[in-house]
């Protein structure tokens, strides 16, 4: 596959990798991914945009390779510094020794540790611009969208954003421009907005007020689509998902209990403590069981970990099996992040019947992810009635706790 010509002196020099079906261990890619990458021409400078993964470096190299002088390359711009876009950089300031890399200073810091060496490099600032010779890049600060480093670079005079991970897309058919392509990629274009920029919501809509004003032809992201058709959709679809409740949506604390229970007992407390929380007032409680059967189901997994991510608090509890919790519970913990998942009111609670280390070990993990942790509760066997009122009054604390974090 060759380069594509975007506009007169601006080419995609990305790649395509259609086989992956799985992204940095966490996100499964249907249709595979391509990385992005752009060269832009001006009268008197040349710049490319981000690199890619090492393993690709030739296929890249020979797409700029007819359309330029590699070593007369004069500019890197890296608006992110994951490996996936910045890998080969070493390899490419082999061939260009004398490359200036411009990116943010976290970026340069990163890219001095990716690539194990030194290099020329200038830190952008917000609002810099960098002029090739009637084509002018104009450099945005957006940071966490998706890591601290990260920039936009927009092409001023061919009103193109290099948006990096943002708009971007696991999906990479080969027509590249989201006008030409005859399938519906919003799910795709969802799913990564979930998995990748999802967690840094607020960031999302600073980053958007400063593109607002931008005239675009373009948006072209680090993976997916090139957008030059229904980009004001596109954009506002990032704008939808990324607000905040409503104040009338967040009038009603939201919970999620979810528990696994192989004999019924661990059932009762999550019974019995539902209860208790429902006594102070009206939460919406969502409720799963974790049964090998269903979490086997990674739709459902997903539904768990995006119903956390929106609660106010969790409930987890578990059997003690061989000292531990059972693996159910492990594979949803280890879904879990303090970035999307910290700030919540959790407790741990259980049935046992040798030695009840799940509650406290469940405890250990919900702490590491930086929630407010309540003391938890475990019971011996099946649960007494002073064991289930002592649950109940649990969950109206629990409540309690809820509600006080909510008003803060």
Same mark, same amino acid.
């Given at each position: 596959?060759?380069?594509?010509?975007?506009?007169?002196?601006?080419?995609?020099?990305?790649?395509?990798?259609?086989?992956?079906?799985?992204?940095?261990?966490?996100?499964?890619?249907?249709?595979?991914?391509?990385?992005?990458?752009?060269?832009?021409?001006?009268?008197?400078?040349?710049?490319?945009?981000?690199?890619?993964?090492?393993?690709?470096?030739?296929?890249?190299?020979?797409?700029?390779?007819?359309?330029?002088?590699?070593?007369?390359?004069?500019?890197?711009?890296?608006?992110?510094?994951?490996?996936? #876009?910045?890998?080969?950089?070493?390899?490419?300031?082999? $061939?260009?020794?004398?490359?200036?890399?411009?990116?943010?200073?976290?970026?340069?810091?990163?890219?001095?540790?990716?690539?194990?060496?030194?290099?020329?490099? #200038?830190?952008?600032?917000?609002?810099?611009?960098?002029?090739?010779?009637?084509?002018?890049?104009?450099?945005?600060?957006?940071?966490?969208?998706?890591?601290?480093?990260?920039?936009?670079?927009?092409?001023?005079?061919?009103?193109?954003?290099?948006?990096?991970?943002?708009?971007?897309?696991?999906?990479?058919?080969?027509?590249?421009?989201?006008?030409?392509?005859?399938?519906?990629?919003?799910?795709?274009?969802?799913?990564?907005?979930?998995?990748?920029?999802?967690?840094?919501?607020?960031?999302?809509?600073?980053? $958007?007020?400063?593109?607002?004003?931008?005239?675009?032809?373009?948006?072209?992201?680090?993976?997916?689509?090139?957008?030059?058709?229904?980009?004001?959709?596109?954009?506002?679809?990032?704008?939808?998902?990324?607000?905040?409740?409503?104040?009338?949506?967040?009038?009603?604390?939201?919970?999620?209990?979810?528990?696994?229970?192989?004999?019924?007992?661990?059932?009762?407390?999550?019974?019995?403590?539902?209860?208790?929380?429902?006594?102070?007032?009206?939460?919406?409680?969502?409720?799963?069981?974790?049964?090998?059967?269903?979490?086997?189901?990674?739709?459902?997994?997903?539904?768990?970990?995006?119903?956390?991510?929106?609660?106010?608090?969790? $409930?987890?509890?578990?059997?003690?099996?061989?000292?531990?919790?059972?693996?159910?519970?492990?594979?949803?913990?280890?879904?879990?992040?303090?970035?999307?998942?910290?700030?919540?009111?959790?407790?741990?609670?259980?049935?046992?019947?040798?030695?009840?280390?799940?509650?406290?070990?469940?405890?250990?993990?919900?702490?590491?992810?930086?929630?407010?942790?309540?003391?938890?509760?475990?019971?011996?066997?099946?649960?007494?009635?002073?064991?289930?009122?002592?649950?109940?009054?649990?969950?109206?604390?629990?409540?309690?706790?809820?509600?006080?974090?909510?008003?803060?």
């Amino acid at each position: 596959m060759q380069a594509i010509k975007m506009k007169d002196d601006v080419y995609w020099v990305g790649v395509r990798d259609p086989e992956l079906r799985i992204f940095d261990l966490v996100m499964t890619t249907d249709y595979g991914t391509s990385y992005n990458a752009y060269l832009v021409k001006g009268k008197e400078k040349t710049a490319l945009i981000e690199v890619c993964e090492d393993k690709f470096f030739d296929e890249y190299v020979d797409k700029i390779k007819p359309l330029v002088n590699i070593a007369e390359i004069d500019y890197l711009i890296m608006n992110h510094t994951e490996p996936d #876009h910045s890998e080969a950089v070493a390899r490419l300031l082999d $061939l260009v020794p004398n490359l200036a890399v411009f990116a943010s200073q976290t970026a340069l810091q990163f890219l001095k540790e990716i690539s194990n060496r030194n290099f020329a490099s #200038h830190e952008i600032k917000d609002g810099e611009e960098l002029d090739l010779g009637g084509k002018t890049l104009r450099f945005i600060n957006a940071p966490f969208l998706h890591w601290p480093d990260t920039i936009y670079t927009y092409l001023v005079e061919d009103k193109i954003l290099f948006s990096c991970d943002s708009f971007g897309s696991h999906y990479p058919d080969e027509r590249l421009f989201n006008d030409l392509m005859e399938s519906d990629f919003v799910d795709s274009y969802k799913d990564y907005f979930d998995a990748i920029i999802g967690p840094f919501k607020p960031y999302v809509l600073e980053a $958007l007020d400063k593109i607002a004003d931008l005239p675009l032809d373009m948006v072209a992201p680090g993976h997916g689509p090139v957008l030059r058709k229904d980009i004001d959709k596109y954009v506002d679809l990032y704008r939808q998902w990324s607000q905040p409740p409503a104040a009338g949506d967040s009038e009603r604390p939201k919970i999620v209990l979810a528990y696994i229970s192989i004999y019924g007992f661990t059932k009762m407390l999550a019974d019995t403590l539902a209860e208790g929380v429902s006594s102070i007032g009206d939460f919406d409680i969502q409720t799963f069981s974790l049964v090998e059967d269903k979490l086997e189901d990674d739709e459902l997994l997903d539904r768990i970990v995006a119903a956390i991510a929106d609660a106010d608090g969790l $409930l987890l509890g578990s059997n003690t099996v061989n000292g531990d919790a059972l693996p159910q519970v492990w594979k949803l913990l280890g879904r879990l992040s303090p970035i999307t998942h910290g700030d919540k009111v959790a407790m741990a609670f259980g049935a046992y019947g040798w030695s009840g280390e799940a509650v406290p070990s469940i405890e250990n993990r919900l702490r590491a992810l930086r929630m407010k942790v309540l003391p938890g509760y475990r019971v011996n066997f099946k649960p007494s009635e002073r064991n289930l009122e002592d649950a109940f009054n649990l969950g109206m604390d629990f409540a309690r706790a809820v509600l006080e974090k909510k008003q803060d």
